[in-house]
């Protein structure tokens, strides 16, 4: 299938921009043709995907190998991280030998989409009625779906439970902002430090910024609005009251949670993936989901990767790429690679599994159910230009340069010329 002038067009464009970006990155030149054998029967169909610390020996590989097998043809797996598994996903499709199948993470669905490389799910026949639609948002582009979302993560409040017993702060109290911060005081009174998070100036710090400014009401096409506004008040405020430390404007996710892991600091903001960490920190520790500014769960931005079918010549293909999606995505498989990749099912039957097997699931299900993808809302590829001149803003408040307002009227300016 070609894709339509127009669409041709985005996609020399986007490859352009990746061969620039894999030329500074000095990316290897090996050539992985995604075609592999023609037809819609037997051969070799090829997986791209974004999980580079999983060996042959994995059980996410065998899972591939497995899918294939039960397809009738023979799975050649490539693994990158997310930036080059991009620029080679949108250089492939240029030059027509893109894979059969592609695990990308869910925000760069829009890119792909956009670039033409991608199929949609009706074009491949895949069946996403039971994805929950906060969930499959990520993949919708134009009232269309690219893909589907194999599991997600996101975030909510890690907390240490003697230091909110020492200071009289029962966990289930705090619902809204004005509790979580006299909260934040209480603990600062017994001498402990309250919270950690990452602010850093880059997508981690959008990242963890998002629950609050979604928490608060606030909306990505309008930055300066009063409840974005507050939101950044709010961890200003935290850092000037001392509730949280200096550190987090070049904290990573991971350094942040090393900061909760010394067993000084009340909360920590962050996600599923630190959970098996979190059984190694020596103390006892819950968890709870982050509050909207006003009560209840705030949106927390979805992590987490699409399963999805780029376009091929030989549409022919497309039979057997569904089969081996379907296999990938099964309520059986799809437990079985959450767990192995800490992450919350997208169906409401899986997830009901997971905590039925484990309980301390079910504050992340909680958290999921309420989340949000960065690129919802039809913001598709406008996302990342919206993203770097928030955590621009945010980082000019923290650090004292702007007033939370000043701060995100420079940021909506900047994003609305980036936009155009």
Same mark, same amino acid.
């Given at each position: ?40 029967? /037997? ?47 949108? #250089? ?64 909510? #409040? ?61 909306? #990505? ?73 006003? /009560? /209840? ?51 409401? !039957? ?20 309420? !989340? ?27 650090? /004292? ?12 300016? !900047? ?6």
């Amino acid at each position: 299938m070609t894709p339509p002038h127009p669409a041709r067009r985005r996609l020399r464009a986007a490859a352009a921009v990746a061969l620039s970006a894999c030329l500074l990155a000095a990316c290897s030149s090996t050539d992985n043709s995604g075609s592999g054998s023609s037809g819609a029967a /037997g051969g070799t169909y090829t997986i791209w995907d974004t999980y580079p610390q999983f060996d042959d020996s994995a059980d996410w590989v065998q899972l591939l190998q497995r899918c294939g097998t039960a397809a009738g043809v023979t799975v050649k797996r490539t693994a990158y991280d997310t930036t080059d598994l991009t620029n080679k996903a949108l #250089l492939a499709a240029q030059q027509g030998n893109s894979p059969d199948v592609l695990i990308v993470d869910n925000p760069v669905v829009s890119t792909l989409a956009d670039a033409g490389v991608l199929t949609t799910t009706e074009e491949v026949k895949i069946d996403t009625s039971a994805v929950a639609p906060n969930l499959l948002a990520a993949g919708q582009i134009g009232g269309k779906t690219y893909g589907i979302p194999i599991g997600a993560n996101t975030l909510a #409040l890690y907390y240490n439970k003697a230091i909110l017993q020492a200071a009289d702060v029962d966990p289930a109290s705090i619902r809204d902002w004005a509790s979580l911060t006299a909260a934040l005081q209480k603990v600062k009174a017994t001498g402990k430090k309250g919270i950690t998070f990452s602010a850093i100036g880059t997508e981690e710090g959008s990242f963890q910024f998002l629950p609050w400014f979604w928490g608060a009401g606030a909306n #990505l096409t309008k930055l300066d609005s009063a409840e974005g506004v507050s939101a950044l008040q709010l961890w200003t405020d935290w850092l000037k009251n001392e509730y949280a430390p200096n550190s987090v404007i070049n904290n990573t996710q991971t350094t942040s949670w090393q900061e909760f892991a010394t067993g000084q600091f009340a909360f920590a903001e962050n996600g599923t993936w630190q959970l098996a960490n979190a059984k190694k920190t020596g103390f006892e520790y819950g968890i709870i989901p982050i509050p909207s500014k006003a /009560g /209840g769960t705030a949106p927390a931005p979805t992590g987490g990767e699409f399963v999805a079918a780029p376009v091929q010549k030989d549409t022919g293909r497309y039979d057997t790429s569904q089969k081996i999606i379907n296999c990938l995505t099964s309520a059986d498989n799809a437990y079985t690679t959450d767990t192995t990749l800490s992450y919350i099912a997208a169906t409401e !039957a899986v997830q009901a599994k997971q905590v039925q097997n484990n309980a301390e699931l079910k504050v992340w299900v909680e958290a999921v159910s309420a !989340a949000k993808g960065r690129t919802s809302d039809n913001l598709g590829t406008k996302y990342p230009r919206i993203s770097q001149p928030m955590w621009t803003g945010f980082q000019a408040a923290l650090s /004292g340069s702007k007033s939370p307002q000043e701060a995100l009227t420079a940021a909506q300016a !900047a994003a609305a010329a980036a936009t155009k």
